[in-house]
């Protein structure tokens, strides 16, 4: 009998400690499995995309008839910083983006252009409806199945600084998959508005929007789809690519498990792209220009850099040098993919004859994010991805047309991302869907100088469940309501956000708190539910520790 208790006791201790090493593992035995789940998708070698192509000469037409074609550029968590236009760029300048800088002083900048959201799919939901989230419900950015406990698990494991994760398990087992969180159907896209113009429309790269039936491009008015499938720049072993991972930071961790190095055109089967994704796209953009250079076409390139998992070519990781950290060295050689996409893009249309009247935009979904841990990606502003402080959401905006733009056209017009729909719709000669309210403005008068934009005093707005922010004039209300906190900025003698005015200017509280109540009065309810509240640190990146007194936000997601 003591021979079979001590066998027992053996046992039990055993069972103890594998319990024991599977709790403080647990972060590391779910990403097994998420990557063990993503190995299981089937993605074929690369192969060539037929383009659709236009006629083989241009159709007869009066010069002034004729729409421009329209190629929008969107980067991915591009800092304000990243960027050489304002003066600053990586690294203090030292990787400089020339051709960006010369697309935007060969056209107009707006130098107080805001993304619709400090996270990536409800501002390109704004960007293709020029509604905000108040009337279509898009409010939250979709996330994997499993995303939402594993980051909230991993930030509580790694980051015991920050303050508490919250995670919905309840919430999250409910909702739709992945696929199915998409921009409903009957929303009307800027796809919609330029194909029913006779445009030929064409989306590659990033999508976001949902890709279940009803969601995908090809339901919102692309005729053509090249989709990012999922997210890596390059497969992890390639030999030409340099990896940045990121270990202090839980949605990197599980990115590198759950990526795979995929692509579909029109919906079909997966299978990898060409090269390094920027350059691929970019490859395949130029194609799309060549295919349709005798018809309108509006081509809408949305790129994934410079978007972790952090990856670049080594050609590029070469040419920007050794600056700071090897994250930051790899974040720089991804903006100048970037700017070498932006280069080819204005020479191919260039050699075709299309540059004069081919109408080029360009913007980033959000501001720069603090969990790269690089710190000056979004200077001089504070805050990053995911807040509604101004570097969350400043962003760059520029407008190239030589037909109709003046080169080194400035508008400091505070506008914001709901205000591109209805912009190129204007400069297609495309009247707005009927029966559905446009937020957005047009901005070609501010652009052409032709003359005042149409509300040009209009608020803008921003929200994201709890939190909701209002920019009227120069002054600037935040209100997160699970914090009980507001922040009242003048952003004319403040506008890196630094003295909170909430006490000392009570009238403009009222005042702007007003507008958000009348804002939201109506609000349609989100389409999809939070199901993550996480702490992000306005001040310092995710690299540094959080200390007691720290500014900080809480994010629903």
């Given at each position: 009998m003591r021979r079979w208790s001590k066998i027992a006791l053996g046992i039990g201790v055993t069972a103890a400690?594998?319990?024991g090493l599977a709790y403080f593992n647990r972060t590391s035995l779910a990403l097994a499995l998420v990557h063990y789940r993503a190995g299981q998708a089937e993605v074929g070698p690369n192969r060539p995309i037929a383009w659709q192509r236009g006629p083989a000469e241009a159709a007869e037409a009066q010069e002034s008839a004729t729409p421009p074609n329209i190629v929008f550029i969107l980067f991915d968590d591009l800092g304000i910083n990243d960027i050489s236009t304002f003066g600053g760029g990586v690294a203090g300048g030292r990787v400089p983006t020339p051709n960006i800088d010369?697309?935007?002083a060969e056209g107009a900048i707006f130098s107080t252009a805001y993304a619709g959201n400090a996270t990536c799919a409800p501002s390109r939901a704004q960007l293709m409806t020029g509604r905000y989230s108040t009337r279509t419900g898009f409010e939250y950015t979709p996330t994997p199945n499993g995303f939402g406990r594993l980051v909230a698990m991993a930030t509580d494991q790694i980051r015991g600084d920050l303050p508490r994760s919250g995670y919905n398990a309840e919430v999250d087992a409910a909702a739709p998959s992945f696929a199915d969180q998409g921009l409903p159907s009957e929303e009307v896209t800027i796809a919609e508005v330029l194909k029913a113009r006779g445009y030929h429309t064409v989306?590659?790269?990033?999508?976001h929007l949902g890709n279940g039936k009803g969601f995908h491009p090809n339901d919102q008015g692309f005729d053509e789809s090249l989709m990012m499938e999922s997210g890596l720049h390059l497969p992890e072993d390639h030999p030409d690519v340099v990896n940045a991972k990121v270990d202090f930071d839980p949605i990197d961790r599980f990115l590198w498990a759950s990526m795979r190095f995929a692509t579909s055109y029109n919906r079909g089967p997966w299978f990898a792209p060409g090269r390094y994704l920027a350059d691929y796209w970019t490859d395949e953009s130029l194609k799309v220009i060549e295919a349709n250079r005798n018809r309108p076409f509006f081509l809408y390139l949305a790129h994934w850099g410079v978007h972790t998992p952090l990856q670049a070519t080594r050609a590029d990781y070469e040419a920007v040098g050794a600056i700071g950290s090897e994250r930051h060295r790899v974040h720089a050689a991804m903006v100048?993919?970037?700017?070498?996409?932006?280069?080819?893009?204005?020479?191919k249309l260039e050699e075709e004859g299309l540059a004069d009247n081919t109408l080029i935009v360009i913007s980033s979904?959000?501001?720069?994010?603090?969990?790269?841990g690089v710190p000056d990606v979004n200077a001089p502003y504070r805050g990053f991805k995911i807040s509604f402080f101004e570097g969350g959401i400043r962003v760059p905006l520029f407008l190239r047309w030589p037909a109709r733009i003046r080169p080194g056209t400035k508008a400091a017009l505070p506008v914001g991302h709901v205000d591109v729909m209805p912009t190129l719709a204007a400069a297609s000669g495309s009247s707005l869907p009927g029966g559905v309210a446009i937020d957005g403005r047009n901005l070609l008068p501010a652009a052409t100088g032709s003359g005042a934009v149409e509300r040009a005093d209009a608020p803008l707005f921003w929200n994201s469940g709890y939190y909701k922010v209002v920019r009227a004039g120069d002054w600037k209300l935040q209100v997160n309501e699970k914090q009980g906190k507001s922040w009242l900025y003048d952003l004319a003698s403040?506008?890196?956000?630094?003295?909170?005015?909430?006490?000392?200017?009570?009238?403009?509280?009222?005042?702007?708190a007003a507008l958000l109540a009348s804002h939201h009065r109506g609000r349609k309810a989100p389409l999809y539910p939070s199901v993550l509240d996480g702490s992000i640190m306005i001040d310092k990146t995710l690299a540094e520790r959080f200390e007691p007194g720290d500014e900080f936000i809480y994010w629903p997601n």
């Open positions: 400690v594998i319990a010369r697309l935007a989306h590659i790269g990033k999508w100048r993919s970037l700017d070498r996409s932006v280069g080819r893009i204005m020479a979904d959000n501001g720069g994010a603090g969990y790269i403040d506008p890196t956000e630094k003295v909170n005015l909430i006490g000392k200017r009570p009238d403009k509280r009222v005042e702007l």
